[in-house]
């Protein structure tokens, strides 16, 4: 059973250019976070999504970030007009259900650099 | 505001000696609780999660952890490390309630060194 899968693992963007980071969670899950790690730091939460929905994004910038998670395919985390700023480690994580005590398992992260 | 707090930024320690590694949470309501440890560039993997009932909680890797709610505290321990036990540890809290979404805060990390 693959774990969760991030894409790239490794992304340069200049500045004002646009960040796409993909996620497909584990198979079975269907519940989404996404957690930014700036350096040195602890990963701070962003949203939650399920299938179709955005449950909490009370996280995300209020500008230029965006995130779905589709019926088909993987979940995107986009970033407009990226900033030096948002060079961080980008984590998406995934779980059975998203309540309870059900335990999260992350991905490998995508670290994003902006030039 | 809920928050959790790993008061060193670093714990070293002798290879075959016991470790800990603290955590101490703010939250309202009963709170779930979780370790997670991460090695270089690589993401979370989980350790252990105290839900409810025996407060000393076993998981993966000879880790475990004592939830002790008097001192809103889950500390993280081992009996005897190992130099391969030499990462990242982060403590992380879901409070538990009609409001919880689900997400988790994490405390900024201890980084734990084991050496030989």
């Known amino acids: 059973n693959a774990g969760v899968m991030q894409n790239p693992r490794h992304l340069v963007r200049r500045r004002g250019q646009e960040a796409r980071l993909r996620c497909s969670p584990m198979?079975?899950?269907?519940?989404v976070y996404w957690y930014r790690q700036l350096p040195e730091e602890g990963l701070k939460f962003m949203v939650y999504l399920q299938k179709e929905n955005i449950i909490d994004e009370s996280g995300m910038p209020k500008e230029r970030f965006s995130a779905e998670f589709p019926k088909e395919g993987p979940s995107i985390l986009r970033i407009q007009q990226v900033v030096r700023g948002d060079s961080a480690a980008y984590f998406c994580?995934?779980?059975?259900?998203?309540?309870?005590?059900?335990?999260?398992?992350f991905g490998p992260g995508t670290r994003l650099t902006v030039l | 505001a809920q928050s959790v707090a790993q008061p060193e930024d670093q714990v070293n320690v002798a290879e075959g000696n016991p470790l800990t590694v603290k955590c101490t949470y703010s939250v309202s309501g009963n709170p779930y609780l979780f370790w997670y440890v991460q090695y270089p560039n690589r993401g979370l993997q989980f350790l252990l999660k105290y839900i409810t009932g025996d407060n000393l909680v076993k998981g993966s890797y000879g880790f475990e952890a004592e939830f002790n709610k008097s001192q809103t505290s889950f500390h993280l321990k081992k009996p005897s490390a190992l130099v391969s036990d030499s990462a990242l540890y982060f403590c992380?809290?879901?409070?538990?309630?009609?409001?919880?979404?689900?997400?988790?805060?994490f405390g900024q990390g201890t980084t734990l060194q084991v050496k030989p």
């Open positions: 994580a995934s779980s059975v259900q998203g309540a309870a005590g059900n335990e999260q398992f």
């Open positions: 992380a809290v879901r409070p538990h309630g009609s409001s919880n979404t689900g997400k988790l805060i």
């Open positions: 198979k079975g899950h269907s519940h």
